[in-house]
Structure formats: C-alpha cells, structure tokens
C-alpha cells in the first residue's frame, strides 16, 4: 500500500460539511427544550444598583429569570484566568472576579446580567426587555494607551494594570544600544480584532434529575477543558455527571477554547429548573461578547551596526486584555508573545516588556497566532525600517542576520530544534520574481498606480506544548494530548482525539497517519472527538498543536497496537515474537509465507480462542480485545518558519490599496495533506491581509461597541484577494517522529507584517493598520504636502 | 422578532387600504427584514406587495426607461434593454450589496427607504426621474426629503419610476468596505439639456450637486472641474470616511 501521508486525499468531512448533513450546537433539540437570552449591560460601566425582574417573570412563556444573585446564592464560581503571570517585581497578577452573571458591576458592553428562560426564543427575548436593571453609570476606560491614567475600575487594582512582565535582561540591552552604529525605533498599534467564526457560539444543556448528570451540547474548540473548568472551577457538577460534547463547531480562531459564562449558565440554569436550555447567539452578540484578539501598542527599538548586524532588542508594551482576565488572556501577550518578538534572527541582547491592562471593552484572548503575530509584527516592522534607513536590501538585512546552526538556543526562552532560513527566503524570492520588481512597478506606475514591496520572515513557537515547561512559566492546566486507538473485531478502526476538528479537516489528516501506521484503508478509519464522554481527557485544538501532539499521540498509540499485534501474530503462527515483522498491514515472517493480516490479529483479539474454524488462541497472559491509548507530551515546541513577499499597488486618488501578488513560503517540516495545509495558510493569509488592510474593533469614547455587525466590521471577502503563490521548505521537527511543525496560524502571523511593509514602501511613509482607504489617501496627501514645502 | 399580522395583497388598491402607521410593505424585505430581526423596527402589519403583477417588470419607450417599483436589482442589472439604454444603471444595480441582496431587493423599496448610502435615488436625480404612485407623479428632485425620508404620504404606493434616457452617463461608487453601501456614489448623465452630478453616500440625503452641474453642462470634460473646489461641509463623517475623504472622492469620480 502506497504512503498517504504526504498526499492530497481530498477531506473526508466536507460532504457532510457542504452538504448541510454537519450536526451544530444549533440543531440539537431536546424534549422540554427551554429557550435562553441574556440580558446584557448596554452600558461600558456601571455599578448594578437592582435588578427588577418582577415583571419579566409574569411574562408569557417564561420558565424562570435567573440574576447574579441567584448565582451567588447557589456558590457558581467565577470565570476563571487560567495562566498565572507574575510582575517583574514579583508580585502576582491582580485579577478581579467575574461571575457568569454580574452581581455588583458590568464592565463592558454586553456583559452578562440576568438570563431569561422560556418556552421559546421569542417570548425569552420580549420577557428580556421588562428586566429592569437600574445602573448607576460610571465613566469608562477604553483607549489601550490611556488605561494606566485613567479612572481606577476595580477597588483593589491600581492604574488597572493585571501585571508589569518582564522577559529579557535590561542591563544587558543597554550596553548593547550603547555599541550601537545606529538606534531604528518605532511606535505601532496592533489593531483589535472580532473573530468572527462562521457559526456564532451556542450552547443547549440537559439534566437528568434521576441520574443527576448534566449534558452540555457547545460550540467548543476544548470540550475536555470545558468540563474540567464548569466542574471544577463553578462548580456545576462533578466531571462524573457532566458530559460536555463538541459536535461539528463551524470554527473557532482561538474564541471557542474556553468556557463563557453562557455555558456555566445554561448548565446551572438546566440543573435548577430541571429542564432543558438552550442558547444561540445572534451576530451581535457574538460582536459583543466573544473573546476579541490583538490590542497592543508598542514602542520597540532595535540597535544596529553599520553594516545591518543586529546587537540588541527592546519591546515596551502595552496589551489591552479587556474587562476580565480570560482564560489565556494573560499568556497570550506575554509567553507566546515575548519569546517570539526578537523574530528569526540572532538577537545577542534583548527583552519584552508587557504592561497588561484592565479596560471596558469585551475580554481579549487568544486569536489566531496569539500573541505571535504581534511578535511578528513588531520585530518585522522594525527590521524592514532598519534596512530603509541603512539603505540595505530588505532580504539582505535579514540573511546577514538569521542563526545557520541549528539547534540554535534564542535569547528569549526558546531552543529551535530545525529550520533553514536562508533555503526559505531565497525560495520565496525567486517565486515571488523578486528581481523584476521594477518593471512590475514601472507597469503600475504607468496605469498611475503605486506599487510597493514587503517582506515577512517569521517563525513562530507552536505545537502547544510541553507541560512541565508551560507549567512551570504559569499555566494552571498540562497541555499534553491524547489518543486512543480502538480495533473494532471486523477490523476496521475508531481512533478518538483529545483535540478538536472545528474546520482543519482531523478526519482526514489523522485518517492518513492511522493508515500509514496500521496499514488499514483510510475508509476504514473514523476520528472521533469533541464528546468527553467517548474518549480520553484532552485539551483541545488551538496553537496549531493537534497535529504535532495529538497526531503523536495517534502515532504512538498505533505502536502500542502493532507491538501487541506482533505477539498475537507470533502465537497465532507458531513462532518467536521476534521473528515477526509488521509492514503494511501484515505481520510476517522473513524468508516464509507465514503472515497474518492485522485484521485477522484483531479478530482473534475478540475471539480468543478456538471454535469450529477460527484457531485464535492468545498468548499466555495476553488480554483480549485490541485498543491502546497513549498519551504524548512533546519535549519541545515546535517551530515553523516561512518568509513571505507582498505587493501592493495603492491608488493615490482614492488611497484605495490593493494586494496584488503575495507569495508565500513556509517550512512546517513534514507535510501530512498538501491540500489541507494549503487551505489553512490560504484561510491564515486571509485573516492577515484582513487585519492589515481592512479589520478593526472600535470602540467609542463611552465604551460603545461601534462595530457590532457586518455593516460596519469590514470582514474581507474573496474579491480582496488575489491568488495566493504557495511554497514549501522543509526540515522536520525533532521533538516529534512525524516530524511535523504546525500550519494552522502561520498566514495571520506573516501576512500583517508583508503586507504593511508593502504600503509603507509603496507610498514612502509610515502608516497604522488596518490601512485603509481613507489612511492611506490622508498619508499621501500629508507626504505630497510636505514634500512640496520642502 | 415581535409578533406582527402578514397580508398579502392582491391589488394596490387593497394594500394601500391594509397599510397605516404602523405597517410596512414588503417588497424585497431586505430592509425591513433586518430592521425587524434586529429590533430597531416593528410593525402590526406586514403587506406584501411582491405578488402585484402589476408592479414589476421594465418597459422602454422612446426616450423612457420604465421599471416597476417590485422590480428587483437583478433583473435590472440583467436587463439586456437597460443596458443598451442606460448602461450606467444596470451597472449600478449590479453593484447593489450581494447575489443574494440583488435577487431580492427592488427598486421601489430602495427608493421607497431612502438610505442616504443607496445607490438607486443617485440615478433617480441624475436620470430626471419621475416616480408613479397610485395617486401621483413626482420629480425626483422633491421626491427625496431628507435621511430616510420622501415624500410618500401614508398609503401611498410607488408603481413605477420613469427615467430619461442620457446621451451618456457614468455611475461610479466607492463602496464602504464592510457594508458595500456607498461611502460615496457619483452619478453623471449628460441630456440635452443639460448634466446632472447627483450625489448619494456624501450627506444625509442624495443631492445634485449645482455647481459640478453647471460647470459640466458649460463643458463636458474631466479638466473643466480641476479647479473645483468640493466643500465638506455637511458632508458625513463616521468611522469609515471623514467628510474632507467624502469631498475629495466625489471628485475623484466626477
Ligand atoms: C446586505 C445588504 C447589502 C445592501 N447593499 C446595498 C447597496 O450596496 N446599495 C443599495 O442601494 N442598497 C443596498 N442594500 C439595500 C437593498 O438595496 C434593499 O433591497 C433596499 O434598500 C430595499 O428594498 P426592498 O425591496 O428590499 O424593500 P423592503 O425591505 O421590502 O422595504 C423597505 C421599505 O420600503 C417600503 N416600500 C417597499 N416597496 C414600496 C413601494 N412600492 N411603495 C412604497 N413603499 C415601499 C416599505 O414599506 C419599507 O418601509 C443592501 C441590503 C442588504 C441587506
């Protein structure tokens, strides 16, 4: 049997997928269904005075109307913050508390205050609106850069400030900017973002009065996380008596790893009224309430020679984590941005400095990439200044500076164990036709177009990750992954994940390597995930960690099988365990015929034993059955690397700005599905060039959320795009066998700072993402103007 | 959604008698829906209107380009009479929000609703059009009052909108990026007596910009506006254009 892994077999779930056959949240109904809708602040800041629901309780329809109070009555835990950062004095980050329903104070727009439970959605949402709540409003913090100055909006946390983190070594970078030819700085936003997953969150949770058990339908990237977060932290249920299931979830980047208090609540609620509830949101409310992503501002500086040797690396910045501290909220803009910020390059002193900030906006966590994009963003900003005010080649600059030996021990946390950066960057050069740039932007300028020219090298620490380090740097939970690899006696496979499939196309991928590994047809092997109650504990899919830990973990979990395999072949044919080889699906004898196919070794696992025709004793000691579990906790992250060129033509008119050819290389070591790997860095670039030319959250000077739907959030579509150039490099990772490096957030950490880049150079001045029409027109204008007084 | 009564009506006659304060008619619904949906309109009533024959379908005559108010962006955007006619005007209906938007949206219910960020009343100012209700005919330029507002009394009904055919005409539109309305649309028609620039996305109602007007019709070319200066003033300002933006793009397409 030929090899899948390395090939393009087509996703086994997308016909099921594109033909409305997936089952969502949504589409679950139960008998007694209840129906949800929460009454949200609509105010940044208030202090909740009372909260009337006399008349909303008469309302027609309506089951119950559940308030803070009763949450604080029935001892509900708060939402939790679950990577633990310390300050660079020592101190401990302040958190404040964060019912699943405000009791005291709302803190954003859209800040959860009562439920309302009826026998339909309607009458839930109509009940709504007689909720009385009387607020006593309170002046909002919003802007990023003034919440260190503004009002204090939690008693015990001064300057609202979570934590001072420090990684890096001051001392150091000093004497190194001292050695310095030249100091290249900059001052840069990274612009707020609303995930925006296809299927909004949701959330339908079931009681069982007789068995006390709890069954949790959500849109989870995590579910195992999930249960353990509702159980243990709330205190909900027991894990025993909740069963928190993930069907098929339409996407995720990052919003859906955690619990929200909608599915604390919708558990808690069905436990109380012993019936039930369910809740879907609506488009605004995702806007709302969904876990946005990004949010900093930095002033970074970087210390160079003459001849564009780095020397040193400074990173101050401030990191708007929103309202409350979500679950990933604090190491996303400290360990998985940090590390990152001094890029590619060898950087002899640097450090990253992250005030982390309360404001009244909604919570900001993980996005795809977390933290890396504005990692990359920052050092790949200030790389490409560096080479504008030397006068250097930007892939010059970046070649003079990149490690050739690997394994190479960064200044920052990391030790990359692969990667060859020079191989990248050359490739993505000649398939980007660097060297006729100018006669594309000769052609351009004759049409009275402008054209500029970015460049992007990255990589990035994934494969979320080994558990003692990430334990011992704060992180309340493992994050190790599971598998288990179940031979059903007629000899076709189940093999359950700890991960989670929301759009990467697991069923397909994991498929492959099962098959390499057992040599079993691809349609005889089902990926099951996202139900707590079938498989092992996990943790989920986010990190771009489900192929490099959880494909472990199928891997080694196969092993298992094939090494018991081998003992009840030896028996079944008469020989020593050791004279058995397994290849493609047999297990053979060297220099004889004798062999056994591994679906007759599973059958004779179920029937141990002989009766009429079938002769399947086992070995002495040997338990029956066939299935192994294996549970993988990777020695390293990984690291994926790629370089990147974009171009863009600007219309100096309308300051409209177009990309119009983008390449891309990327090094993520072994490739599994060429055709999925694909799609991820195509979806990646997409939300990339979306931050840098088109997405943002804004918020106004009361906290308002002004772009709370469609009309005003400009989601890129695929008019924005032109077709994207795709290559690969590749050196296998070392810390797993598959030698895989991760894939999945790649586009949105390169494509911000390529595209940037390309309209800095296009139109000679230093511009804020996104770059938008009218930015990009007023910067022109602004340079033109000054270059005429001039 | 609040609970509301549904009707459908047969003639105009009958839905102009079901309509009151509190109703709306329902024509493509890709306003009113959405308004509903999100709370920021309820109504008792509820008349649709799309199964009046009537009041669909494009007639060309001479020099009049007629389209009945149900009338939907696709077919005129399709339209192979309208786009020999008035190429400019099936362009613009084809640039109309989305597929799904363009097969459900009518003329009528644009014009009807008046957004200050829709294309159509554009065509409607530069195109001398004339709007047929079931008690009257109107000039565009008294039609559209003012942000979201005409001179529609209640009950009344747009059937038709005539258009003048031009010599030539142009329609170019800056879409907003998120929504694909106009941040600003430029629409230009040369007749014989003279060149309309109406003006629609820039302020809080279409307008027919007089100056641009009167220099084109002196002398129809791109240089005879490059001294022009466009004022600002009272032109829209939010999150995705300022007004000095706004200015500078009607312009740009003029
Ligand atoms: C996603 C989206 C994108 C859009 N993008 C654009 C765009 O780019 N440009 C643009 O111009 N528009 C855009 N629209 C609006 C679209 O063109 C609508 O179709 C139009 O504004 C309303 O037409 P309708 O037939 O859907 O009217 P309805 O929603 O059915 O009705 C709207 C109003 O008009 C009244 N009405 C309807 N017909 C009549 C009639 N014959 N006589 C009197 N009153 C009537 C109704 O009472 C109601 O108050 C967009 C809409 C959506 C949802």
């Known amino acids: 049997m030929a090899s899948l892994v390395g090939s393009r077999v087509e996703r086994k779930e997308d016909k099921k997928l594109l033909t409305g056959r997936g089952k969502y949240t949504a589409d679950v109904n139960f008998i007694h269904q209840t129906y949800a809708y929460f009454v949200r602040s609509p105010h940044a800041r208030a202090e909740i005075k009372k909260v009337d629901i006399s008349k909303a309780s008469k309302a027609p329809g309506v089951v119950a109307v559940l308030t803070g109070a009763d949450i604080a009555n029935d001892k509900i835990g708060g939402l939790i913050a679950g990577w633990r ?498 290849n493609n699906g047999e297990f053979v004898v060297a220099k004889s015929n004798k062999k056994k196919t591994i679906g007759e070794v599973a059958f004779a696992c179920y029937l141990p034993g002989t009766y009429g025709e079938v002769k399947s004793p086992l070995p002495d000691g040997e338990e029956p059955g066939l299935k192994e579990t294996s549970f993988f906790d990777p020695a390293n992250f990984s690291f994926p690397a790629g370089s990147h060129i974009c171009e863009v033509e600007v219309d100096q008119d309308t300051g409209e700005t177009k990309v119009v050819k983008y390449t891309a290389v990327d090094d993520f070591g072994t490739i599994i599905n060429p055709l999925i790997v694909e799609g991820q860095v195509h979806g990646g670039l997409a939300q990339g060039i979306g931050q840098a030319l088109y997405e943002n959250c804004h918020y106004d000077n009361s906290g308002q959320l002004i772009t709370a739907s469609y009309m005003d959030y400009t989601m890129p579509r695929a008019d924005n795009f032109t077709d994207f150039n795709l290559g690969f490099t590749c050196t296998p990772a070392t810390s797993n066998p598959l030698g895989t490096k991760g894939c999945g957030e790649a586009g949105a950490i390169a494509a911000p700072p390529a595209v940037m880049n390309a309209v800095i150079d296009a139109i000679g001045t230093e511009i804020s993402m996104p770059a938008t029409a009218e930015k990009v027109w007023t910067a022109c204008n602004k340079k033109n103007k000054n270059s005429e007084a001039a | 959604m609040k609970i509301f009564n549904y009707h459908s009506a047969k003639d105009v006659k009958e839905a102009s008698k079901l309509s009151s304060s509190r109703s709306a008619f329902l024509a493509g619904g890709m306003t009113t829906i959405p308004s509903m949906k999100l709370g920021l309109a309820s109504y008792k009533d509820i008349i649709n209107i799309k199964g009046i024959k009537k009041l669909s379908g494009i007639k060309i005559s001479g020099k009049k380009v007629t389209i009945g108010s149900t009338t939907r962006h696709a077919e005129v955007a399709n339209s192979k009479e309208i786009k020999k006619a008035i190429p400019s005007l099936s362009a613009l209906a084809e640039g109309i929000g989305d597929p799904q938007v363009r097969n459900r949206g009518t003329i009528g219910g644009s014009i009807a609703n008046n957004d200050p960020a829709a294309d159509y009343p554009s065509a409607c100012i530069a195109l001398n059009a004339v709007i047929h209700t079931n008690n009257r005919k109107i000039d565009a330029e008294k039609f559209f009052r003012g942000m979201f507002e005409t001179s529609l009394k209640s009950g009344e009904i747009i059937e038709s909108i005539e258009f003048a055919i031009p010599q030539k005409s142009s329609y170019q539109k800056y879409p907003n990026p998120a929504s694909r309305y106009a941040i600003v649309g430029v629409y230009v028609a040369k007749h014989k007596s003279g060149v309309n620039v109406a003006v629609t996305g820039a302020k809080s109602c279409v307008y027919n910009d007089k100056n641009l007007s009167d220099i084109l019709s002196k002398s129809f070319s791109a240089d005879a506006i490059n001294n022009t200066k466009i004022s600002a003033s009272g032109m829209n300002s939010d999150i995705h254009a300022s007004a000095d933006y706004r200015a500078n793009m009607v312009k740009v397409f003029c």
């Open chain 1, 85 to 582: 950062i310390k300050s660079e004095d020592g101190s401990d980050m302040k958190v404040p508390a964060h019912p699943p329903l405000a009791n005291e104070s709302v803190n954003y727009v859209g800040d959860h205050v009562a439920v309302v439970i009826a026998e339909s959605l309607d009458e839930a949402r109509s009940a709504a609106d007689l909720v009385k709540v009387d607020y006593k409003i309170l002046k909002a913090v919003v802007k990023t850069k003034d919440a260190m100055d503004s009002e204090q909006i939690y008693k015990d946390i001064p300057k609202n400030m979570c934590f001072d983190w420090l990684l890096g070594d001051r001392a150091k970078v000093k004497e190194a900017f001292e050695k310095a030819d030249k100091v290249i700085k900059i001052d840069i936003i990274n612009n707020r973002l609303i995930p925006n997953a296809m299927e909004p969150r949701a959330a339908n949770a079931d009681y069982n009065p007789s068995t006390e058990e709890i069954t949790l339908y959500t849109t989870s990237q995590n579910p195992h996380l999930a249960r353990i977060i509702i159980s243990a932290f709330n205190g909900v249920a027991p894990e025993n008596k909740l069963r928190v299931i993930a069907p098929d979830v339409g996407g995720g980047f990052g919003s859906k790893i955690y619990p929200y208090a909608e599915e604390v609540v919708c558990s808690w609620a069905a436990k109380k009224i012993e019936r039930p509830v369910k809740w879907v949101a609506d488009r605004t409310e995702s806007f709302l309430s969904d876990c946005h992503g990004r949010d900093h501002v930095t002033h970074a500086e970087l210390a160079v020679k003459n001849d564009g040797t780095f020397l040193g690396f400074k990173n101050e910045t401030i990191a708007n984590i929103g309202a409350y501290a979500s679950v990933f909220g604090t190491v996303t803009p400290t360990y998985l941005f940090g590390p990152c910020a001094t890029g590619v390059y060898k950087m002899p002193a640097a450090y990253t400095n992250v005030k982390a900030v309360y404001t009244n906006t909604a919570p900001v966590d993980a996005y795809r990439g977390a933290g890396r994009p504005e990692a990359t963003y920052t050092i790949e900003t200030l790389v490409e200044k560096a080479a504008r005010e030397l006068g250097m080649d930007p892939a010059e600059i970046r070649m003079k500076n990149f490690p050739t030996e690997f394994p190479y021990q960064q200044t920052l946390v990391h030790s990359v164990d692969s990667g060859d950066y020079n191989a990248g960057l050359k490739k993505v050069m000649e398939l980007g036709e660097y060297e006729s740039f100018e006669k594309r932007k000769k052609e351009s300028e004759s049409r009275g177009k402008l054209r500029g020219i970015g460049f992007c090298t990255y990589f990035e620490a994934c494969g979320i990750a080994p558990s003692p380090v990430v334990m011992m740097l704060g992180c309340g939970i493992g994050l190790w992954e599971s598998a288990e690899v179940r031979f059903n006696p007629t000899g076709n496979v189940t093999v359950f994940t700890g991960s989670h499939s929301h759009g990467q196309g697991h069923d397909t991928t994991f498929a492959q390597i099962a098959a390499d590994q057992l040599g079993v047809p691809i349609e005889s092997i089902e990926i099951a995930h996202g139900d707590t109650d079938k498989g092992p504990f996990g943790y989920g899919t986010y990190g771009s960690r489900s192929l490099t830990v959880g494909g472990t973990a199928i891997v080694k979990a196969c092993d298992k099988i094939v090494a018991k395999g081998k003992r009840v072949a030896a028996k079944m044919l008469e020989v020593n365990e050791d004279e058995v080889d397994f």
